[in-house]
């Protein structure tokens, strides 16, 4: 088989929709268009069975039951629910709200809008390899503290958060505990049982299904979870997410993962493979080089590579064969260094220097090593012509 090229490697940004996923969308376009949401017709009931399934889907791949996941656009439209959606429900017991230095912009910047609603929030700090600890946690909690969200798997490093003993601590105090899985879902086992966590954000687009389209998981308890609707209108998804359902979309969601739930294990295994194969392909060909993250606690498709000395987006118009990207897609507009490889105490020249590797279902060993060869060459020939490279690193 031929290589095709440009290849594919920044499936953190978004992912290839699934074939499979394409086919069971397309009816629902053209055939079965009705409104899920129209209760007096074959075409709404079509609908409407069809995002049923879909939320079955979902429910069975993160241990929920379905009536506990709303449909959203998207993971940002989700985290913004929870996260504004408690602050609101939960504003006369407190206003203060914790999460992490490395977490995506979605949840960043939805608590920088919440500081100016008068909330305040914690950044817990994280280790070298982007881990955050149960102490930072315990230390940050205070009787004012209604909210913790902590990222599941990290979009830059890959770095698996404690998810499960950040949450006991959360439930022991009573504190509302959302965590953004969109990195983890479809990728790493996620359970919501195991993870005492009461809302989770997840996305189609990161697990090989469409964009425009999530969910949020919000626990069933007695009493309900406050979370207050931010979005009004007709009132669907039990009024807390109104707006026509995307019916097509969301059934591409439940076919995904579907997919994820049956290949998930072989899958990640094959994808880490392959990771494993790029770094050591790199790392034995390239002195001077590292990886940014855990060490084990971290994505099976994740490689950070840090190539100091270099500057990681004139390696990468260098090398316009392969799709990478230095960070997340989402601040890339924005020149900045990544918040994430300074959290983990990277120095500005470091964090220019870093390359992520996202690894995804459809790439194949042929197309690493030719990724191994190209980002081999185009660092010794860089690291040849830079002014800077051997002054600071021989
Ligand atoms: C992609 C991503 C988001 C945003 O998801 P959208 O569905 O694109 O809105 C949020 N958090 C993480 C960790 C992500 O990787």
Redesign the pocket.
């Known amino acids: 088989m031929s290589l095709r090229l440009p290849i594919y490697l920044d499936n ?3 992912t290839q929709v699934d074939p499979r996923v394409v086919d069971a969308m397309l009816p629902y376009f053209s055939q079965y268009y009705g409104n899920a949401a129209s209760k007096h017709h074959q075409f709404g009931w079509n609908a409407e069975a069809a995002v049923e399934k879909a939320r079955k889907q979902l429910a069975e791949l993160i241990g929920s039951d379905p009536d506990e996941i709303v449909f959203t ?5 989700s ?1 913004n629910l929870a996260l504004k959606g408690i602050a609101e429900g939960y504003r006369a017991r407190g206003n203060h709200i914790i999460t992490v230095a490395t977490e ?1 912009r ?2 960043l910047d939805t608590c920088r809008r919440l500081k100016l609603y008068g909330f305040n929030v914690t950044l817990l700090p994280v280790d070298r390899f982007g881990m955050v600890s149960q102490d930072e946690l315990h230390r940050a909690i205070t009787p004012a503290t209604i909210l913790v969200s902590v ?1 599941f ?3 830059e490093v890959g770095t698996i958060a404690p998810v499960a003993g950040l949450g006991a601590i959360c439930r022991e105090r009573g504190i509302v505990f959302h965590t ?1 899985a ?2 983890a879902v479809g990728k790493i086992p996620v359970n919501v049982h195991d993870l005492n966590v009461d809302l989770l ?1 997840f ?4 697990m090989y299904g469409p ?1 425009g389209v ?1 969910a949020l998981y919000i626990r069933k308890s007695k009493p309900p979870l406050g979370l207050v609707a931010q979005t009004d209108g007709g009132g669907h998804e039990k009024a807390v997410r109104s707006g026509t359902l995307n019916v097509p979309a969301i059934v591409g969601f439940g076919e995904a993962a579907a997919i994820c739930s049956r290949g998930m294990r072989e899958e990640s295994h094959r994808i880490a493979s392959m990771r494993d194969r790029l770094v050591d392909g790199i790392a034995s060909e390239l002195e001077d080089v590292w990886i940014n993250g855990h060490p084990e606690m971290r994505l099976p498709n994740n490689a950070n590579i840090c190539f100091p000395g270099m500057n990681a987006d004139s390696l990468i118009m260098e090398m316009k064969e392969i799709a990478v990207s230095t960070g ?1 897609a ?1 601040s890339s507009a924005i020149p900045e260094p990544s918040h994430v490889l300074k959290a983990i105490g990277l120095n500005d020249e470091d964090t220019r220097a870093s390359i992520r590797f996202g690894i995804g279902r459809f790439n194949t060993e042929e197309e690493i090593d030719h990724t191994i060869a190209k980002v081999v060459e185009t660092v010794r020939v860089a690291r040849k012509t830079s002014p800077t490279y051997h002054l600071a690193h021989t």
């Open positions: 953190h940004s978004t656009s998207g993971a940002t439209e985290i995506h979605a949840v990222m798997a990290n979009n953004d969109t990195q954000s996305s189609a687009h990161k964009k999530g997340s989402c």
